[in-house]
């Protein structure tokens, strides 16, 4: 995430011509661009994702995928994350269960709502 905000903050200073001796703080630089942190709109982007693969019936080639379990090991050390434990990891963050995530999915104000607690969005960046 780090090295991904590096290039993204690298690029907003080339357009805004910001050059090297002229010093403006990340947070500033965001500000004048209205840009959200990436790792917050990635987390906006993948909950929008889930909500939508979640409203989708049961034989939905992509809802299945989230229930997907490799068979196999692995190689040796500490195992890469995925999708699904990345998922895992939010919804304990935000206090619910994935059985409760599906049926939250069906009401899209409300979807919209845990969402938006979980990452906020430009506006309420100020």
């Given amino acids: 995430m780090n090295r991904l905000q590096t290039f993204i903050n690298g690029c907003l200073r080339i357009i805004l011509k910001i050059k090297w001796p002229e010093k403006i703080s990340n947070q500033e630089l965001r500000q004048q661009t209205r840009q959200m942190p990436v790792e917050q709109e990635i987390l906006r982007r993948r909950w929008g994702w889930v909500g939508q693969t979640l409203r989708k019936p049961g034989c939905s080639t992509t809802r299945r995928a989230l229930y997907w379990n490799p068979q196999g090991k692995r190689k040796r050390g500490r195992p890469r994350n995925t999708w699904r434990r990345d998922l895992e990891v ?15 999915a069906g009401d899209r104000d409300a979807w919209r709502t845990l969402v938006g607690d979980l990452c906020p969005t430009r506006g309420s960046q100020a």
Avoid: A, I, N, V
């Fill in 90 to 104: 939010d919804t304990k963050r935000l206090g619910h269960t994935w059985k409760q995530l599906e049926s939250l």
